[in-house]
């Protein structure tokens, strides 16, 4: 059974550009979250999503980042016009049911904004 | 509100002495999970361990163990005969019942492990 995988693994923009960060869950798991992690830092909550619904999108700067899992296909994060504050590592989770079932980690996507 | 402290920053020890990891967990919640990761240099976030809050019991799994006490708030990780494979920045995150359904982790900050050989 495959776990978690993003991609990709590296990712380098210009400022201005366009992030496009995906995730595929493991197998049989339906709830996805994506969590940032700064250069030093722990990890932030950012957006948890199931099949076509965004639950809760709080940790979700208001501007520029959206996120989507639909019916078929990956997670994707998207980052508009990247300014060099993205630059991080963003982690995709997945997990086969919500309360409080764990969450497994892909490899994580680390954005060089340049 | 809740709170996460994993006041130890950065840990070395040598190789083949027992390490613990303090984790303190602040809430008003009567339920809820809580987990440890370990990330290695390589980046990757590993799952080590999920318990609940009504489970005192402690757990060990191979050299690794963990302390919970309902009464101190705390979940500490102790590694035995630590290795140096064992280095790596290891977190503790709680998921409070009141996050049951929105599932939103709070990381604590992490403390750094370096086994030195």
């Known amino acids: 059974n495959a776990g978690v995988m993003q991609n990709p693994r590296h990712l380098v923009r210009r400022r201005g550009q366009e992030a496009r960060l995906r995730c595929s869950p493991m197998k049989g798991h339906s709830h996805v979250y994506w969590y940032r992690q700064l250069p030093e830092e722990g990890l932030k909550f950012m957006v948890y999503?199931?099949?076509?619904?965004?639950?809760?999108e709080s940790g979700m700067p208001k501007e520029r980042f959206s996120a989507e899992f639909p019916k078929e296909g990956p997670s994707i994060l998207r980052i508009q016009q990247v300014v060099r504050g993205d630059s991080a590592a963003y982690f995709c989770a997945s997990s086969p049911n919500g309360m409080g079932d764990t969450q497994y980690f892909g490899p994580g996507t680390r954005l060089t904004v340049l | 509100a809740q709170k996460v402290t994993q006041a130890q920053t950065e840990i070395s020890v040598v190789e083949k002495e027992d390490v613990t990891l303090d984790c303190v967990y602040e809430?008003?919640?009567?339920?809820?999970?809580l987990f440890w990761y370990k990330q290695p240099p390589s980046g990757e976030l590993v799952f080590l361990i999920r318990?609940?809050?009504?489970?005192?019991q402690n757990e060990i799994s191979g050299r690794y163990s963990w302390n919970f006490q309902k009464s101190t708030s705390s979940f500490n990780f102790t590694i035995t005969a630590s290795q140096v494979v064992d280095s790596a920045v290891y977190f503790c995150a709680p998921l409070p019942s009141s996050n049951f359904g929105n599932e939103k982790l709070t990381f604590g900050t992490g403390t750094r492990l370096t086994i030195i050989p």
């Open positions: 999503l199931q099949k076509e619904n965004i639950i809760d």
């Open positions: 809430t008003r919640d009567t339920t809820y999970y």
């Open positions: 318990r609940n809050s009504f489970d005192e």
